[in-house]
């Protein structure tokens, strides 16, 4: 399996500004997918992390609010963009091999927006 | 489009009571189907999984069988322990790789 390194593992951040998250696998893997988890409540896919091209975005998220970067296999990072309280959530990296049935995750970043 | 529905929690029980978690999809195709488990401050875990109709996937006393004609995936274990106190999530894999969840079941294990 799958040993990925997300950062940071939370953080406060003011309203308004913006936070980069970094999702670092120590393996080649096919595909990289972000999610978001609200309080209490399950994971919503974000988006898929496309390397080296746009990622493809879920209904009711923009590239905007959520830009995101994969240059390699390895590495993607999300960033959340003029961040309000309603951005308060954990942001969780995903990933999957091309051989693997199921997919990996980070252990999260837990963003809080004041 | 395709979907996860499980049972709305708390569950609460007691030492050694027997579990089940229900769970039933709606999927085009034939998903792989999975639970995954988040123990109180960690982060996700695949806990069980199963790739085909009558697969049953088993792990740490628990079990979830793939049944097709019912298109459910419930999770059971025949005595829980307080260490398996968290929150269980039922899970599926479309075919463009997206693991689509279930709302998540919280369960609590008293001693």
């Known amino acids: 399996s799958a040993v990925i390194s997300q950062k940071p593992s939370r953080d406060i951040c003011q309203r308004g500004t913006s936070l980069t998250i970094q999702c670092q696998v120590d393996?080649?893997?096919?595909?990289m997918f972000w999610y978001r988890q609200q309080p209490g409540q399950s994971l919503t896919l974000i988006a898929t992390?496309?390397?080296?091209?746009?990622?493809?975005?879920e209904s009711g998220f923009v590239i905007d609010k959520f830009p995101i970067s994969r240059p390699n296999l390895t590495f993607s990072t999300l960033t959340v963009s003029n961040m309000s309280p309603e951005d308060s959530s954990i942001y969780l990296c995903s990933v999957k091999s091309m051989f693997d049935t199921e997919a990996f995750f980070g252990q999260g970043t837990r963003l809080t927006v004041v | 489009g395709n979907s996860v529905t499980q049972m709305e929690g708390p569950v609460t029980l007691s030492e050694e009571a027997f579990l089940t978690i229900n769970c039933t999809y709606t999927?085009?195709?034939?998903?792989?189907l999975f639970w995954y488990v988040q123990y109180p401050g960690e982060g996700l875990q695949l806990l069980l999984k199963?790739?085909?109709?009558?697969d049953k996937g088993s792990n740490k006393g628990f079990e979830a069988t793939y049944r097709k004609e019912t298109t459910s995936f419930h999770l059971e274990k025949g005595s829980v322990q307080v260490s398996d106190s968290a929150v269980y999530f039922c899970?599926?894999?479309?075919?463009?790789?997206?693991?689509?969840f279930g709302k998540g079941t919280r369960l609590h294990i008293l001693p």
């Open positions: 199963a790739t085909k109709a009558d």
């Open positions: 999927a085009t195709g034939y998903p792989s």
């Open positions: 899970a599926l894999r479309s075919g463009d790789d997206k693991i689509i």
């Open positions: 992390a496309n390397q080296g091209s746009e990622a493809t975005y």
């Open positions: 393996s080649q893997v096919t595909m």
